[in-house]
């Protein structure tokens, strides 16, 4: 099974911008893709972005502008940078990645994210 560890979290002022890091235990190209997941108590685990095997990278609408996916592959590293960071961005942020040939998915530990007025 791939280990994913989330690093990067903390509390940030609104406006600020923070980087969060999600290290595998296997090479990047073991998975179909990597991406980031953030959830907050009484709401659904939602896509925040991803980036595909092809390099090509999807992102949810709230973020757009704001935030970045990026991969290094030879750390088998992946990043979100987050700026312009707004009070409603605070979640809990889950790294996941589905390796080729898997059934379901992978999940990091989980960093929390708080964005203070």
């Known amino acids: 099974q791939v280990q994913l560890v989330e690093s990067g979290g903390g509390l940030v002022q609104p406006g600020g911008s923070l980087r969060l890091s999600c290290a595998a235990s296997?090479?990047?190209?073991?998975?179909?893709?990597m991406g980031w997941y953030r959830q907050v108590p009484g709401k659904q685990r939602d896509l925040v972005a991803r980036i595909n095997s092809d390099g090509s990278t999807n992102y949810a609408e709230s973020v757009k502008g704001r935030f970045t996916i990026s991969r290094d592959s030879g750390k088998n590293t992946i990043y979100l940078q987050m700026n312009t960071l707004k009070p409603e961005d605070t979640a809990v942020y889950y790294c996941n990645a589905l390796e080729r040939w898997s059934t379901s998915n992978s999940w990091g530990q989980g960093t929390q994210v708080t964005v203070s007025s």
């Open positions: 296997k090479n990047m190209f073991s998975f179909v893709f």
